[in-house]
């Protein structure tokens, strides 16, 4: 028995290359090839079988439902073709005018990955918003609104094609939330899979702007030609958007990563964990690229992320 290629190889992200699908397996090619399977040659074959083996490890516990205010709307870009989606969760105790001490309230940017809505985030199968109330009821973590932003699947940077959805998120978005919803505290960013290099992109490009950045299970290549499928143009386009090169800009900024070590993603993870000029929070654990691992994962980070926002609550809100 053969298992054809996905029709399109950029499914997960920006496609997968033979070594990445090699790596960090636990399932070898032999032992594949003892079921009849080509599996190299498809994420979708080995996916599966982690799947059936259960080698990805158990799914969270999904939090409590919490009295979570939710409000969604678009932004019309100058930046992008399409309007960006967006979805704002206030746990229960947040304000949510722009009066004082509104325009205090932290303000943690959520980045998704590819194919994944702001609300899926907020309310859909991770259910962040309740996450992050549960954190506040539960732990103690002080309170803060939760921003989730959908762009285009083009990577988190400028594209030949025109698109640019960090020039979005930097110039547009984090504005929009400071002029039209008073949320006026500090900022933290965090992102998952594609979102997951977006929040570490837009953290080196702006570290003064962000009070620490979590990203999970981001979706990372070493080099263009580690087979980086649509994310970049070029290896020139690759170059000048690399997170490795720009590292030490994250110097004194707290950062979170967190990675299965059943993901395809793990190798180039751990790489970028090791680059960083002080050791990160978070790590590595049994667990895949998809949301039984993401929900199991989450609660700290709420922590994590309410914990530094805190720490900058006594620092003047950014412009």
Known sequence: MSQARPADPRALEAGLTRRQFLVGGGVTVAGLAALGIVGWRSWTVRDRWY???????????????????????????????????????????????????????????????????????????????????????????SPFAVAALQASATYWHGREA??????MLLEEFIPLLRRDFGLGGPLAIMGWSMGGYGALRAAELRPADFRGVCAVSPALWQSYEAGVGDAFDSAADYAA???????????????????????????????????????????????????????????????????????????????
Not at 56 to 78: D, K, M, N
Not at 162 to 167: K, L, N, S
Not at 269 to 291: I, R, V, W
Not at 303 to 316: N, T
């Open 241 to 319: 958007h690399d997170v490795y090169a720009e590292v030490e800009r994250l110097r004194g900024l707290p950062v979170r990563l967190d990675c299965g070590t059943k993901d395809p993603f793990y190798d180039a993870a751990k790489a970028f964990a090791e680059s960083l000029p002080e050791p990160p929070a978070g790590g590595f654990e049994t667990g895949g690229h998809n949301g039984a691992y993401w929900s199991r994962v989450a609660p700290a980070e709420a922590d994590f992320i309410g914990g530094v926002l805190s720490r900058a609550g006594s620092s003047e809100p950014e412009g």
């Open 51 to 141: 799947r059936l083996t259960g080698a990805y490890g158990e799914a969270g516990t999904p939090p409590p439902e919490y009295p979570v205010f939710y409000e969604y709307g678009t932004l019309a870009s100058a930046h992008l073709a399409a309007d960006a989606e967006y979805g704002i969760a206030y746990p229960p105790g947040l304000p949510r005018d722009g009066s004082s001490p509104g325009s205090a309230v932290p303000v943690c940017i959520c980045l998704p990955g590819r194919g994944r809505t702001p609300q899926g985030i907020l309310e859909g199968g991770l259910r962040f918003g309740d996450v992050v109330a549960d954190a506040v009821a539960k732990r103690g973590v």
């Open 162 to 167: 025109g698109d640019d959805a960090m020039a």
